[in-house]
DNA sequence: GATACAATTGTGACCGGTCACATCGTTGAT
DNA sequence: ATCAACGATGTGACCGGTCACAATTGTATC
């Protein structure tokens, strides 16, 4: 403002040469002489110059920012894509701009104002099915979902197979000795809801079990649901054996709810969530649950879309990370 | 990249107006006769065209953007801040760069790449006195701290009045009948552990209490260290009537330290926490806590960074919020 | 009817880089 | 000795907006 920064012409009247010279030292130097570089550089640093992020994307036409968008930044697994994601990003060359979008409409709204100002290169869409806010993306424009399994868009993915995880969670409960495994879901209008569902359906009907609708109640991924969704087994009379909880925070509920019913977890009760929380283990019981790894989805999701961006093939990928069990107290053996 | 983009040149001719004209409806129609303007509404819709932000940063030299830097994404209390201050970002016109920087050295890397090159207008920067970070900032470029007070830098800040979390802390604990009240403090670097200590200290001293030293110790935020805290004094065999955890996930790590030692809480032992993490009430008992507004601390330092970005006067500005205590049951009265 | 003035619109430069191509001197092959 | 090829460097246009100022038109005033 007060003082006009120094260009590149600048540099280039001080050391005598022209400004494509000195452009040729900032970008690494191509066929210049060691004399010439020299004096380029000393006069640089006489100056002070310092190259206009800008004015370089207006001339590349490239921006070196990428787009991370998120029902919210707060939620812990979100947070941990981001995080992943930028670190990888920023070691790459590029900044990460993340903004939440609560709903189909905001989503819309950023993203009509990210992609066609040519603002972003990249965009990278965190739990996209939470309503058919994917739909207002541009298929030919660089573009990674992270964190929900796309059913029937063509794109590039990152995310958790999640009937696997409904398998593993319900196979390890029923390795306990538990067959009244009751579920709770998460927010069934979601991919990820559904496929943990798939997945505990085939681990029941695997075990010879039938499938008892009556012990499956819907969650919405909130603690408060996990511990309305015993109330309701309290209230109706039948509890399960087992409770797989299709995350953390609403097995944390069931917890609770255990607490107040005087239900003792796991001699009565069998609880197992989905998540690894940073403080699963802090509850009481500790708790049992499956690791997802989030940075690495971020990670690979960062990977993903920046090579879309700088080889735009048209081809889609889609990377299937497993999730790990973590045994912890709240799933004992079946009380003898 | 195939097709050239619809530049304000395109419309112009389409519209056959001046390119100057087109710039004119584009901001706001300021003296467009209402003919001249529709026709040129007109060509916009019908090629198409949208408006590129970086030939208007070019132009104008103004990004638009803001650089949000944290020690990472992940942790709770960082990314409410953030998630605030994105809301009114965005609110305000402004988009939100955010990037982490877990040591000194990435930290000052980072505001090297994005200040000199005039990307960012302005940098929001989370809990600077984990070291020295803040040195790394111009002293003329639109700051703001958020999340600790800082001492001896002249900036803008928005932080909690720890000095008065400590004693509200503090001053619930003796009410509640504890008299031997320890402390389990976070990274003692960081202002905020010390202000909180300094009002521990101020609430005892009122209430007419010794300091003992040996009741204080050093942990470092995590869960571990505030399970290492108890278990370091079951083991010296002198037990407190209370513990004021400098952050919740420390009071969780009490808490399971509690469970693991048979100590009953709040019977035996009270503990408080600060910053009533989401899942607070759900923690064996309930935790007692006081409620932190990261949102809004977010909120205030992204209004004050815009503040500063728009009308720079030089002048720094303080805020400074309180925190709100939360009665659980892990702070009872003592045992009759 | 001439002049002043406001409203509307047009012109060209400019922001600060990069790109394509031109130029120049030097070297190696014929 | 001549020409091609190549390395080093320079020239000007260009990216797509905004800005300052000029030009044009219409209207009010005398």
């Known amino acids: 403002m007060s003082r006009s920064h120094v260009t590149i012409r600048d540099v280039a009247a001080y050391a005598g040469v022209s400004h494509q010279t000195v452009s040729r030292v900032m970008n690494g130097s191509e066929r210049v002489s060691a004399a010439t570089k020299a004096r380029v550089e000393a006069a640089i640093a006489a100056l002070g110059y310092q190259p206009s992020a800008i004015a ?59 992609i066609p100002s040519r603002q972003v290169e990249g965009v990278m869409v965190i739990d996209p099915y939470v309503d058919g806010r994917f739909q207002h993306l541009l298929p030919d424009f660089p573009t990674v979902f992270a964190g929900a399994r796309p059913h029937d868009t063509a794109s590039n993915s990152v995310s958790l197979d999640d009937v696997q995880v409904g398998q593993t969670a319900t196979a390890h409960l029923l390795r306990q000795g538990h067959r009244r495994i009751a579920l709770v879901t998460g927010v069934l209008g979601e991919n990820c809801a559904q496929d943990r569902k798939v997945g505990y359906e085939a681990a029941l009907r695997a075990a010879g079990l039938q499938i008892e609708p009556d012990l499956i109640v819907a969650g919405n991924w909130q603690a408060r649901s996990g511990y309305d969704a015993l109330m309701h087994f309290a209230q109706s009379g ?12 609403m097995a944390v509920g069931v917890l609770r709810a255990a607490r107040d019913l005087g239900i003792k977890v796991p001699s009565q009760l069998a609880v197992i969530g989905v998540d690894d929380i940073p403080l699963a283990a802090y509850f009481e019981p500790p708790l049992t649950t499956l690791r997802q790894d989030f940075a690495r989805i971020g990670q690979e999701a960062a990977n993903l879309l920046i090579q879309a961006v700088e080889q735009p093939t048209g081809l889609h990928q889609h990377v299937q990370l497993s999730a790990t069990l973590i045994v912890r107290q709240s799933t004992g053996a079946v009380a003898a």
Chains 1, 2 share one sequence.
């Open 238 to 249: 039948s509890l399960p054996d087992a409770i797989f909880a299709q995350n953390d925070q």
């Open 56 to 114: 370089r994307s207006m001339a590349s036409g490239r921006t070196g920012l990428l787009a991370c968008l998120a029902p919210n930044l707060t939620d812990y697994t979100f947070a941990s894509m981001i995080d992943g994601a930028e670190m990888v990003a920023r070691q790459r060359g590029y900044f990460l701009l993340s903004a939440s979008a609560q709903d189909e409409q905001t989503f819309a709204a950023l993203v009509a104002q990210l």
